[in-house]
């Protein structure tokens, strides 16, 4: 009785034919054994998709148009940090004038009686 495993494999549906992108690399130390014999042309195409870089073409105008957003943007979050530095300085300043206040109360109230 011979035994046969790829004709068990052609048979079986379960098991796709094609190498999918999450087979390929799903064990990496397997490359430094076993070379692989098929060139798969999905893993090609995606192993060529994540190495070019996409870019529109723009116009002079809508370049223009991104700067100034950009620009916009810095000059807003600048006005609202010099914002947020002077509300709580100024609390700083009424807590420390609070704080001097009650201490002279209360050297106040000790020398009087």
Not at 56 to 72: G, H, M, Q, S, Y
Request: net charge positive; aromatic share 12%.
């Amino acid at each position: 009785m011979s035994y046969n495993p790829k004709s068990n494999y052609v048979d079986d549906a379960r098991i796709p034919l094609r190498a999918t992108y999450h087979n390929v690399n799903k064990y990496p130390q397997r490359d430094f054994y076993m070379k692989p014999r098929v060139v798969d042309s999905v893993s090609c195409r995606q192993m060529f998709l994540r190495s070019y870089t996409f870019s529109k073409k723009e116009t002079v105008l809508k370049r223009t148009k991104k700067c100034l957003k950009r620009a916009k943007k810095k000059v807003v979050a600048r006005r609202w940090r010099k914002r947020q530095c002077a509300v709580v300085l100024r609390r700083v300043k009424t807590a420390s004038w609070t704080a001097v206040s009650a201490v002279f109360r209360r050297f106040l109230c000790c020398t009087v009686m």
